[in-house]
């Protein structure tokens, strides 16, 4: 069964630092790009960092370019968002993502795995 769990998420102050990461399981992980993607209450998901499957390119949103790392450990099936200098705004269930073949790039509907999300909580 394809299962992608993530953990890491938690409550920080704004200024903080979390590292989110990633376990897949199910599929030949090193084939798929991985994305990290989040969802503020009431708001649409959307793209926050994602890498592509060769682990050669990222890419990041506007929103996070300069705070947010996103890595790749092909050995361990693992991906991680280092986030940084976090800010109230980042405030949202982050999910993780795989796309076969892909990019790493933000279009949401090419990829066909996602976890179950962890929530992140940044106060001011």
């Known amino acids: 069964q394809v299962q992608l769990v993530e953990s890491g998420g938690g409550l920080v102050q704004a200024g903080g630092s979390l590292r989110l990461s990633c376990t897949a399981s199910?599929?030949?992980?090193?084939?798929?790009?991985l994305g990290w993607f989040r969802q503020a209450p009431g708001k649409e998901r959307e793209f926050a960092a994602g890498?592509?499957?060769?682990?050669?390119?990222?890419h990041y949103a506007d929103a996070v370019k300069g705070r947010f790392t996103i890595s790749r450990d092909n050995a361990k099936n693992t991906v991680v968002l280092q986030m940084n200098s976090l800010k109230p705004e980042d405030t949202a269930v982050y999910y993780c993502?795989?796309?076969?073949?892909?990019?790493?790039?933000?279009?949401?509907?090419?990829?066909?795995?996602w976890g179950q999300g962890t929530q992140v909580t940044v106060s001011s």
């Open positions: 890498i592509r499957w060769s682990g050669d390119t990222t």
């Open positions: 993502a795989a796309d076969l073949g892909g990019m790493g790039t933000g279009r949401g509907v090419s990829y066909e795995y």
């Open positions: 199910g599929f030949t992980f090193s084939h798929y790009a």
